[in-house]
């Protein structure tokens, strides 16, 4: 037995109504902050570490409570190493990853969000300022070694200078930490990184009377802010981010909550070459 056909302003809407649902779905299975996100952040500076009572706390702490205030979206902060985060990242199983230095390199597997800028600098202990005030004479002094963390982008232009420093000049280290403590030890007589980087370890081991910083204005600035994952995250889901994140750029919040961390003067070093005016949220 054949159904009969419903009459056809009823067969009408019941198209129109399924051409809407279809319509809408893509939509639907963009829906932001559908689940939590996970976020690699790299355990360096003010950025991220524990307080005395082994809780954590940073910038990245307080930046991530108010962009989940924002976007009401969830986050569970992974302290990591960043070439775990990567490795992550590519496997689907981390989200976001920051604070970052942008390599192009990278921008194929996630979006970046720039915060500011930043510049490595020279220290140098403190007996060698009489003679060395710039890189190029802390370079050509063959009887100095130079103390690095190990991965860290300094950016062009000094990366291709230090090219010229002989391997046994170079040592590398796992972290900020544990360069600065063979810096004091004499075992090296320099270092070269971002404030972000050095400014905590200086405060908290109370190195300020030891240290000669020495400013780089030849130094690339580098674009300094969150990779947003194109593997993981839907293009709803990464333009619902960042637009969140303009905001607190555009309205000053992320300049105040670094401000709390790392104090003024290190802030106002962030933003003398500030992120675009304009950004847009095109992927």
Request: charged share 25%.
């Amino acid at each position: 037995m054949i159904s009969p056909r419903p009459p056809g302003g009823i067969a009408l809407r019941r198209l129109v109504l399924l051409a809407l649902l279809l319509q809408g779905a893509p939509a639907l299975a963009e829906v932001p902050c559908s689940r939590e996100y996970r976020v690699g952040v790299s355990p360096i500076g003010y950025s991220y570490y524990l307080d005395k009572q082994g809780q954590p706390t940073g910038s990245s702490i307080d930046f991530y409570a108010e962009l989940s205030r924002r976007s009401g979206c969830r986050f569970r902060i992974d302290p990591m190493p960043r070439a775990r985060a990567w490795y992550l990242l590519e496997r689907h199983e981390v989200d976001l990853i920051t604070p970052t230095v942008r390599t192009p390199d990278r921008d194929h597997l996630a979006r970046f969000v720039e915060y500011f800028k930043t510049r490595s600098d020279l220290l140098i202990r403190r007996e060698l300022a009489p003679h060395i005030n710039s890189l190029d004479a802390f370079l050509d002094d063959p009887a100095l070694q130079l103390g690095m963390v190990r991965g860290h982008v300094n950016g062009p232009v000094l990366d291709n200078r230090l090219a010229r420093l002989p391997p046994e000049r170079l040592s590398l280290s796992p972290d900020a930490h544990n360069v600065f403590v063979r810096l004091m030890a004499g075992r090296l007589d320099g270092t070269l990184m971002p404030a972000g980087l050095y400014q905590k370890e200086v405060d908290s081991l109370g190195l300020h009377d030891h240290l000669q910083l020495i400013r780089l204005p030849e130094a690339d600035a580098l674009p300094t802010g969150a990779y947003l994952s194109r593997l993981s995250l839907t293009l709803g889901e990464r333009r619902h981010l960042e637009r969140h994140i303009r905001a607190m750029l555009e309205d000053g919040t992320l300049r105040t909550l670094l401000s709390r961390r790392h104090g003024k003067q290190l802030t106002d070093r962030y933003y003398e070459i500030p992120a675009p005016d304009t950004l847009s949220v095109a992927d």
